[in-house]
């Protein structure tokens, strides 16, 4: 027999002893209870998407994203290049707010879900330090956000000038996917998993 509470609505339940394969489900609000061993198998869940996030965020915001045509003038411009040109250009707050909300708390946020999803790395006080530092980054990391304002932005373009997509879409749309996979599937529990 273990203790152990859900982590939906707090419930504490006694569980026997589990084969591998059964599930645990809560009394109260139905939500299966994780118990050691699939909570190793969430956690490198989490590691996957979040490495494989960092991994396209370069991409994302390096590669071209759009390739405007003016009065037969070609111009790309990325994610980061475009920001620099707005900082260059004076345009401190917008600058500012794509760089902090768009590059800066995003990358933040999957090195802090990379760090804590490879469980082994961290001592225990340090977990719950960059545990409480994520839960805080990611509430304005918001890189759906700006995919979304972007599109915005391109359909008023549309009527004004003509342009192409770059690749940095796609890897952006992918990033933007992993990094929702890891949060979703990270569990704050496992990190204070002994076995
Ligand atoms: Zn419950």
Do not use: Y
Not at 111 to 139: C, D, F, N, Y
């Amino acid at each position: 027999m273990e203790h152990r509470a859900c982590h939906c609505c707090g419930l504490i339940h006694r569980l026997p002893s589990l084969m591998p394969g059964q599930q645990a489900v809560c009394t109260r609000c139905g939500t299966g209870i994780s118990v050691p061993g699939c909570r190793r198998v969430s956690a490198s869940r989490t590691a996957a998407a979040a490495f494989a996030a960092l991994v396209l965020f370069w991409p994302a915001i390096l590669c071209p994203i759009l390739q405007i045509e003016k009065l037969g003038h070609q111009q790309q411009s990325s994610i980061l290049s475009g920001t620099v040109e707005l900082l260059c250009h004076g345009n401190w707050l917008v600058g500012g707010i794509v760089l902090l909300f768009s590059v800066v708390l995003p990358l933040t946020k999957i090195m802090l879900l990379l760090e804590l999803s490879l469980l082994e790395v961290l001592h225990r006080r340090h977990k719950a330090l960059t545990l409480r530092i994520m839960e805080h980054v990611g509430k304005w990391s918001m890189m759906d956000v700006m995919l979304l304002a972007f599109l915005v932005m391109l359909v008023k373009l549309g009527n004004l000038v003509e342009f192409h997509l770059g690749p940095a879409v796609v890897a952006f749309i992918a990033c933007v996917a992993m990094s929702m996979i890891a949060s979703l599937t990270f569990d704050p529990h496992a990190i204070f998993e002994d076995s």
